[in-house]
């Protein structure tokens, strides 16, 4: 006697499984909370915060040199930095609570903290 190759409890559990996917989706990735402030981490440095509603240029000196970070219109983003790639100059604009991006040679962190679950996104960690 041969099995089928679909059962019934594959159905259920397969329907079980696309049911649960707008919840996943909402648990992860939404709702989005903006952020508030900028926590900016330099190795051996006390962390400073900025708010992200004030606009403002920031210098801040990392092992490397000095790196540009920017607020602007409730976002932050590293402008310009010494070190070889660019990859923290290259991640762009941050706006949402839990939005984080490094230099690494340079030894800064920038992430954005606000009200509400923090999001992050498993893709980019």
């Not at 996943?24 to 402030?37: D, H, I, K, S, V």
């Not at 930095?81 to 991006?101: E, F, M, V, Y």
Request: proline fraction near 4%; hydrophobic fraction near 40%; charge should be positive.
């Amino acid at each position: 006697m041969t099995r089928p190759a679909i059962t019934t409890l594959d159905m259920l559990l397969i329907a079980i499984a696309i049911a649960a996917l707008p919840l996943a989706y909402q648990q992860l990735w939404g709702p989005n909370y903006r952020g508030t402030e900028v926590n900016i981490l330099v190795t051996g440095q006390e962390n400073q915060r900025h708010s992200l509603l004030r606009n403002q240029t920031l210098t801040v000196n990392g092992k490397l040199g000095d790196s540009v970070i920017r607020i602007k219109n409730g976002k932050a983003a590293f402008i310009n930095s010494p070190c070889a790639n660019k990859q923290c100059i290259h991640s762009g604009w941050l706006d949402r609570n839990g939005d984080t991006t490094a230099c690494l040679p340079n030894r800064i962190t920038l992430s954005v903290v606000g009200n509400g679950i923090a999001r992050y996104d498993s893709v980019n960690f």
